[in-house]
Structures are given as C-alpha cells and as structure tokens.
C-alpha cells in the first residue's frame, strides 16, 4: 500500500482487452504511484485507489495514467493498494525472462528479439530458424540450476549518456523515453535494461519449466515456459486431469494413452460403420418413394442423424427432373443442414428464400441448393412455400 494525491482526474473511455463496447470512467494520474503501468512485454498492475477498483495502467510520457469507473477528487489524499498475486506472478515471469534469455544466448547464441507475457504462459522470440529438444532440456537444466543457487537480483540507475549503458543487453529505449535509465543485474549472468517489476532473488523464482518450442514469424523460434506459481498451477491442473482419465478409462496414468488409441480406433470403426448405415438407409428411401404407383411432385424428409452426404444419395437416386426434393438433417431445436433439389429453374428461384427462411445461408447450381439452417424449427413455413409454388406451376396438381 502506498498514500499519495491525485493530480488529474478526466473523463475517458475504456476499450476491454477482450474487445467489445468501450467502457465510460475516469483516467487519473497521481503524484506518484506503486502500480506499474504496461510496457517491456510486461502487462499492467491491478489495484484500488481508496476502494476505486484501478482497471488498467497505461504510460503516458513520464506518467501512469489509472483508469477507474468513478470520479476522484483532485488534491486528495488517497491509499492506493497494490493486487500483489498479480505482481508477483508477473515478477516471476519477468525475471524468469531475463534468466533464460541469458542463459540461451550464453550457450548456444540465441538472442532474444521480443517476449510475451501471457495469462497463462510466456513466450520468448529467439532469433534462430530452429531450436533442438536436446537444447530446451539443457536450458532448463542449466535455469533450474541458477535458481538453486541463489543468485541475487539488483536494480540500479544510470544516465542515459553513461558509456556503461553500451555494455548491458537492451532492445532499445522508447522514443518518449526522458531522465536515467534502469538496469536489472542478475549477478555474474545479466545486465539488462529493463522497466518491468523483478524479483530480488532467483531463489524466488522456484522452479522454470520450458513447454517447448513454436515456429515463430521470419526464421524465428518461439520459446514457451511457465516461472513460479504458474508451474506449481500447471502440475495441480494435470493431475487433476490424470485423475479424472484414471476414474473415466479405469486404468492408470501410465495406460492412459494406449487405452485413448484404442478408443479412436472404436470411433472410427462406428463412425464407419454408421456413414454405411446412413447410405444404405437414403437408398431404401429413394426406393421406396420411386416405387409409389403415383409419385409425389413434393418430396420432403427430417432426419436427425444424417449428413450432406445422406441428403444428396436421396437425390440422386430419386431423379430430380419432375420432383421437388427438401431435405434436413439435424436437431429440430438447433442448427442444421438442407438440400434443395429439383428442376434447375424452381431451385435458382426458391433456393435462396429457403435459406432465408431457415436462417441461414447456402450456395447452388444444376438443380442443387444446399447450406447450413439455424432455425430448422421453421420447416412447415419451407414447406408451405414449395406446396405454393407447385400450386401455381400446375394448378390441377
């Protein structure tokens, strides 16, 4: 917790990170302030200003701009309150960043290009095309080791002119930058110039778990690791999947996936099975319909289970010269497929009104009209409108 005044206060607009409408509150800049405000690949601190949730810290120049839902008094005292979970977590993974980008470019020469602290994951950009699995598991080893040892993190100030500023590693400065210059050291491994929020100490990292690698964009490899808390969440959430695959497959952990490939090679054998059954099926149908001393110029058919394949097998085996075919598949109550056919001049004129009544959308030529329906709940009103227009074709039908 930290006690200052606010300075400003202006009425703004938030847009969410998540996207959609934008927010109505207040931007608010303080004398001074403990939330850090999002830059370096380091999102933003959360926090209260007196009981004000702070939704989002953004810089402005040399300023944190505090974005609130309610109005705060300019010249008044405030207690501003720091979400510590949240800052913790991203000072592990922040410092973790440091430790591996040091470390994978003292072994093998990998320079880190960019990173990405993400809500359940972190991602480095290393400027190599490709990075071995023999490599990730000797960067892991060699981090783990440093965190054991205890090394100390310190955060020092420089001027931007001092010539050491040209010795410790750096992506550059921004072009608003103003005023000295910060610089995090990792004893004996890194110097870094840095904005972000570090631990004191590698031991406070606990333990760095590399996922793997990614293809990143122009010759580049996307590192992905968890630092701290985020590999003791990681273990708690696969074993708690390791215990749910254990009740639900009945074997143990180490059977696990030979017992999933066995049920693939179930799922394939019924799904095969069932797409026969479903042929068989469109082609009884269309034989029972054909056989009909007097055919039907309206053919329509529902069938839950089905698909475009099962729809056009009845088509197909029914002709589509003198009938007009509608044919659906799927839950009466959600979305679904259909197919229109008939002769060539009735669907181009009633294949678009039929997916306009379904609510949906689909594409058609030679006779075939067929696409996706989100309201198959409407298949009377299709109905209705293809008996209409057989109607005024033939009256005497």
Do not use: Y
Request: hydrophobic share 40%; charged share 25%.
């Amino acid at each position: 917790q930290f006690t200052t005044r606010v300075v400003s206060c202006r009425a703004a607009e938030l847009r969410p990170e998540g996207g959609g409408e934008p927010v109505r509150g207040f931007q608010v800049v303080l004398e001074d302030t403990i939330l850090f405000p999002e830059g370096g690949g380091q999102p933003d601190d959360r926090g209260l200003i007196g009981d004000v949730p702070v939704l989002r810290v953004t810089r402005r120049g040399p300023e944190a701009v505090h974005f609130v839902s309610a109005a705060l008094e300019p010249g008044a005292e405030v207690l501003l309150s720091l979400d510590w979970e949240r800052r913790f977590d991203h000072m592990q993974q922040h410092s973790g960043q440091h430790l591996i980008s040091a470390i994978a470019e003292q072994m093998f020469g990998f320079k880190t290009t960019s990173w990405e602290l993400g809500r359940q994951r972190s991602v480095i950009e290393l400027d190599t095309p490709s990075v071995t699995a023999e490599q990730v598991a000797a960067l892991e080893k060699s981090v783990n080791e440093k965190i054991r040892d205890r090394v100390p993190v310190t955060v020092r100030e420089l001027a931007a002119d001092d010539p050491e500023v040209e010795t410790v590693r750096s992506r550059g400065l921004p072009d608003d930058h103003e005023g000295p210059v910060r610089v995090v050291d990792i004893k004996g491994i890194d110097s870094n110039l840095c904005c972000g929020t570090h631990v004191s100490n590698l031991s406070d990292l606990q333990v760095i778990k590399l996922l793997g690698v990614e293809k990143g964009k122009k010759n580049k490899t996307n590192l992905v690791f968890l630092a701290g808390n985020r590999v003791l969440k990681s273990i708690e959430q696969s074993h708690n999947t390791e215990k749910a695959l254990t009740s639900l497959l009945k074997n143990g952990p180490g059977e696990h996936v030979e017992a999933v490939r066995r049920l693939q090679s179930s799922v394939k054998l019924l799904q095969k099975n069932n797409l026969n059954l479903l042929r068989d099926i469109a082609v009884l149908i269309a034989r029972d319909f054909k056989s009909r001393p007097a055919p039907r110029q309206l053919f329509v058919l529902h069938r839950k289970e089905g698909d475009s394949e099962f729809m056009n097998i009845i088509a197909n085996e029914i002709g589509t010269e003198e009938t007009l075919l509608f044919l659906t598949v799927g839950d009466e109550k959600e979305a679904g497929l259909f197919l229109l056919a008939g002769p060539v001049e009735a669907v181009e004129n009633l294949g678009p009104r039929v997916a306009e009544l379904l609510g949906g959308k689909g594409a058609g030529k030679r006779g075939r009209f067929q696409g996706k329906a989100a309201k198959m709940s409407r298949r009377g009103e299709v109905q209705a409108l293809l008996q209409e227009f057989i109607s005024h074709q033939n009256p005497e039908a």
